[in-house]
């Protein structure tokens, strides 16, 4: 097992997000982590290990032997393992929690002698970008030290309010998830006419095409206007969209009292416990 002078960091979870972030460790920092999950290196019917990046770790409290650790797995999974463990109440090390349903709050009673930070990761090839809070009552040298390990990592957006922070959050990899599945409901109505399997698939790169390019100027300033046709067919469209931010709108609302449902359900626990 490696000790705390060398493991950098300890990643607890080995879902999807856990393996994005072992990789990218791994790929960005050349060294290897610890990690722990509840089902262990191979889930039930696998037959190769999730993360090869790093050493398994028998006992979840194994993970704090790392300098830094990543937490990957639901709140209340987190607060099951760590709300009464001396292990996790001598800490002294960085936590990177992505748990969505923790405040910094409940983190700090399972955690509090560590520099406690909230990250949201966005999931990208090659690096993880991330959203992070800064906590505002943290020393400016402890703080440098823990933006120095997620530095590795990707780009980082850095807010200091938490309920900003709860609400962008949202913006990045959930609510992409629900933009990329209207934009392919978009993509098949306008292909639903094409009978030809070669130009419903043309049809697809065209569509798709036309979303990168918009997206190549999008990022600083609005483009919409720069997108002309002859006759007025773009003006039209846009024209007719009718309700749909108040759609969109809607959505969004969903996904807040979901997350705002977690954070009250991890209270309520907190405080029956």
Not at 39 to 51: D, F, H, T, Y
Not at 186 to 205: K, N, P, T, V, W
Not at 237 to 252: A, I, M, N, P, Q
Request: with cysteine; glycine share 8%; proline share 4%.
């Amino acid at each position: 097992m490696a000790s705390q002078s060398t493991a950098r960091l300890g990643l607890i979870g080995a879902g999807r997000l856990g393996q994005a972030i072992a990789r990218t460790w791994h790929a960005r920092t050349g060294e290897g982590l610890l990690v722990w999950s509840r089902s262990g290196p191979r889930p039930a019917n696998a037959a190769e290990v999730r993360i090869t990046e790093g050493a398994w770790a028998g006992k979840w409290a194994n993970i704090l032997e790392a300098r830094s650790i990543v937490i990957a797995i639901p709140g209340k999974a987190l607060l099951d393992l760590a709300e009464d463990s001396d292990e996790a109440k001598q800490f002294t090390g960085n936590v990177f929690s992505a748990a969505a349903s923790l405040s910094r709050e409940s983190l700090a009673r399972a955690f509090p002698q560590a520099t406690i930070v909230c990250i949201a990761p966005f999931l990208i090839t090659g690096s993880i970008p991330m959203l992070v809070l800064r906590p505002s009552d943290l020393p400016v040298a402890q703080w440098e030290k823990a933006k120095a390990e997620l530095d590795n990592f990707g780009d980082l957006d850095i807010v200091e309010d938490e309920a900003i922070f709860a609400d962008m959050s949202l913006l990045g990899a959930p609510w992409a998830v629900v933009v990329m599945a209207a934009l392919e409901a978009a993509a098949r109505a306008g292909i639903q006419r094409l009978r030809d399997e070669a130009a419903i698939g043309m049809g697809r790169r065209i569509f798709f095409r036309g979303l990168q390019a918009l997206l190549t100027n999008y990022v600083e300033q609005d483009s919409s206007g720069e997108i002309v046709t002859p006759g007025g067919i773009t003006e039209r469209g846009l024209k007719s969209l009718g309700d749909l931010t108040s759609l969109f709108e809607s959505v969004f609302d969903q996904m807040r009292a979901r997350a705002d449902e977690l954070r009250a359900e991890q209270i309520k626990s907190i405080l029956s416990a």
